[in-house]
């Protein structure tokens, strides 16, 4: 194998990875800040930064990290550590990698398994897939439609329509497949729980749920995310089914309206046809002197008269029905749409609520502990006692600060008497004592 070239290159000519994306997986600035103390400390950067030539630019493929400098870094966090170190060039070994020779190198640098990381590379994986610049294993032909993918997109089960280009089918399996190392579960070969997590986090991007960001899952743990998720998207198919049910009743009313003004205009029509041929009857009769005519057909206009108003009273009863029945389902849909703005908080309310019902459960092992290490023989009275202030200062933590967090005149109360304090203590400080 032929060794690759060692370059010294100026770090203003030095590129990201193409697959990089340090929006979802950010520098840390406190691995900069080890690597960098390293580089000062030492004297020297280590070679092992590997790269391609672009033009008159390299652009990074990964790099390596001393162990005692910083553990489980990218190339991203190397290169601003060698510009914080006041670093202007730095050697870089350069080879001919192909886009997806340069996907693989840095999906397999960084094989932490943190949730950032694990979002950037199975996102970059599916847009190389979907750009031809890698190939994955095709689904087994017995995979269930419901769980196969199609890049670039991360929604399940849709296949792309209207399209002339050959679709990439994948699954969370084979993707992860693709990517290796802890990207898979040894026991099973399967896709890890960050990969699950990360694809149904992309796919509910990709529909735009509302409500639905980083903030979101940013704070949860990865066994958390996957049932959250599952949540959400059970929660948002029933509104859609929901929302289209109450559009298509909505639909068959106002069909019912139109038919109900379209009979009334008809009848509306025909009465007054009715009205000026016997009009012209009673002239008619008027012209022959007939006042026995005259008077039967003056009797009939006036009884038409009467239905035709009647007809008139009681299409404008069925119309006022049907418009009290729409403005009642729209107001109900109303109603929906402000529980389901709420439900992503709600979900949360149920899971703290279900953290602090555990912790004062008679399920919860910490009272095993308690009560064995209470009736413990030999345990000192000293002991017992600093146990003791323990637990009170956390009963009085749960107490003073976490309650207040939901009661404003709580919270407000807690705010007066920390102003009181340092008060307090300003004064005494001041008076000298």
Same mark, same amino acid.
């Given at each position: 194998?032929?060794?690759?070239?060692?370059? +010294?290159?100026?770090?203003?000519?030095?590129?990201?990875?193409?697959?990089?994306?340090?929006?979802?997986?950010?520098?840390?600035?406190?691995?900069?800040?080890?690597?960098?103390?390293?580089?000062?400390?030492?004297?020297?950067?280590?070679?092992?930064?590997?790269?391609?030539?672009?033009?008159?630019?390299?652009?990074?493929?990964?790099?390596?990290?001393?162990?005692?400098?910083?553990?489980?870094?990218?190339?991203?966090?190397?290169i601003e550590a060698a510009?914080?170190?006041?670093?202007?060039?730095?050697?870089?070994?350069?080879?001919?990698?192909?886009?997806?020779?340069?996907?693989?190198? +840095?999906?397999?640098?960084?094989?932490?398994?943190?949730?950032?990381?694990? =979002?950037?590379?199975?996102?970059? $994986?599916?847009?190389?897939?979907?750009?031809?610049?890698?190939?994955?294993?095709?689904?087994?032909?017995?995979?269930?439609?419901?769980?196969?993918?199609?890049?670039?997109?991360?929604?399940?089960?849709?296949?792309?329509?209207?399209?002339?280009?050959?679709?990439?089918? !994948?699954?969370a399996d084979t993707l992860?497949?693709?990517?290796?190392?802890?990207?898979?579960?040894?026991?099973?070969?399967?896709?890890?729980?960050?990969?699950?997590?990360?694809?149904?986090?992309?796919?509910?991007?990709?529909?735009?749920? @509302?409500?639905?960001?980083?903030?979101? !899952?940013?704070? =949860?743990?990865?066994?958390?995310?996957?049932? +959250?998720?599952?949540?959400?998207? @059970?929660?948002?198919?029933?509104?859609?089914?929901?929302?289209?049910?109450?559009?298509?009743?909505?639909?068959?009313?106002?069909?019912?309206?139109?038919?109900?003004?379209?009979?009334?205009?008809?009848d509306e029509d025909k $009465?007054?046809?009715?009205?000026?041929?016997?009009?012209?009857? +009673?002239?008619?009769?008027?012209?022959?002197?007939?006042?026995?005519?005259?008077?039967?057909? $003056?009797?009939?206009?006036?009884?038409?008269?009467?239905?035709?108003?009647?007809?008139?009273?009681?299409?404008?009863?069925?119309?006022?029905?049907?418009?009290?029945?729409?403005?009642?389902?729209?107001?109900?849909?109303?109603?929906?749409?402000?529980?389901?703005? !709420?439900?992503?908080?709600?979900?949360?309310?149920?899971?703290?609520?279900?953290?602090?019902?555990?912790?004062?459960?008679?399920?919860?092992?910490?009272?095993?502990?308690?009560?064995?290490?209470?009736?413990?023989?030999?345990?000192?009275?000293?002991?017992?006692?600093?146990?003791?202030?323990?637990?009170?200062?956390?009963?009085?933590?749960?107490?003073?600060?976490?309650?207040?967090?939901?009661?404003?005149?709580?919270?407000?109360?807690?705010?007066?008497?920390?102003?009181?304090?340092?008060?307090?203590?300003?004064?005494?400080?001041?008076?000298?004592?």
């Open positions: 194998m032929t060794l690759p070239e060692i370059e +010294m290159v100026p770090l203003s000519k030095i590129k990201d990875n193409p697959w990089r994306d340090k929006k979802r997986n950010p520098i840390k600035p406190e691995k900069v800040e080890q690597i960098s103390e390293s580089i000062v400390t030492t004297g020297e950067f280590w070679v092992g930064v590997y790269g391609r030539r672009v033009g008159d630019f390299v652009e990074l493929a990964f790099g390596h990290h001393r162990a005692d400098a910083a553990k489980a870094v990218g190339t991203g966090d190397v510009k914080a170190a006041g670093l202007k060039s730095i050697p870089v070994a350069i080879r001919e990698f192909t886009d997806g020779e340069m996907l693989m190198r +840095m999906t397999r640098e960084n094989m932490r398994g943190e949730l950032p990381v694990v =979002l950037e590379a199975v996102s970059a $994986a599916v847009r190389a897939l979907a750009e031809g610049k890698i190939e994955i294993p095709a689904p087994d032909p017995k995979t269930n439609d419901s769980v196969i993918r199609y890049a670039p997109s991360f929604v399940p089960g849709r296949k792309p329509s209207g399209t002339s280009e050959v679709p990439h089918p !994948y699954t992860a497949q693709t990517l290796g190392g802890v990207y898979i579960k040894k026991s099973s070969g399967t896709a890890s729980n960050s990969v699950v997590a990360a694809l149904g986090i992309l796919e509910l991007e990709e529909k735009k749920i @509302q409500g639905f960001t980083e903030r979101v !899952y940013s704070n =949860l743990a990865i066994r958390e995310i996957i049932p +959250m998720i599952s949540d959400i998207k @059970q929660r948002t198919e029933a509104v859609q089914i929901r929302r289209g049910k109450t559009a298509a009743e909505l639909s068959e009313l106002r069909e019912k309206q139109l038919a109900v003004q379209k009979k009334a205009k008809e $009465a007054e046809a009715d009205r000026k041929a016997l009009v012209r009857s +009673m002239a008619e009769a008027k012209r022959a002197e007939n006042e026995r005519k005259q008077d039967r057909i $003056a009797a009939e206009i006036k009884e038409k008269d009467e239905r035709a108003k009647a007809k008139e009273e009681l299409h404008k009863q069925r119309l006022a029905e049907l418009e009290e029945t729409i403005a009642k389902k729209k107001a109900w849909e109303a109603e929906q749409c402000v529980e389901d703005a !709420y439900a992503p908080i709600r979900r949360d309310v149920e899971a703290m609520i279900g953290k602090l019902e555990m912790t004062v459960s008679e399920r919860n092992p910490f009272r095993e502990q308690v009560k064995s290490l209470s009736i413990r023989k030999g345990i000192k009275a000293q002991d017992r006692l600093r146990l003791r202030k323990a637990v009170v200062a956390v009963a009085d933590w749960y107490g003073s600060w976490v309650a207040p967090q939901f009661a404003p005149e709580l919270k407000a109360a807690q705010k007066v008497a920390v102003e009181k304090r340092k008060a307090v203590i300003l004064r005494t400080k001041g008076s000298g004592a």
